[in-house]
């Protein structure tokens, strides 16, 4: 897989996970939702101060953007 690709997945499952619309992590981020919205379908790679806002965001390293997620359990 593409890091382009990785962390596009990643950016959106874990944006997803925590409840955050596009706006808000745009807003975190200080990016317009539209940029959000490019890097989530892999349209766009983020430069590194980008990715280290975007983790910020969303209260990860900027690693858990550049790896492959853990499977999250369900509750059942």
């Known amino acids: 897989m593409l890091l382009a690709n990785l962390v596009a997945q990643n950016l959106r499952t874990l944006r997803l996970r925590r409840k955050l619309s596009q706006e808000t992590v ?3 981020t200080r990016v317009s939702v539209s940029y959000v919205s490019m890097l989530e379908r892999g349209q766009r790679t983020p430069p590194l101060d980008t990715l280290e806002a975007l983790a910020r965001a969303l ?11 853990p499977m999250k359990r369900g509750r059942g």
């Open 26 to 28: 745009a807003a975190r």
């Open 59 to 69: 209260s990860v390293s900027p690693l858990d953007l550049l790896q492959k997620l």
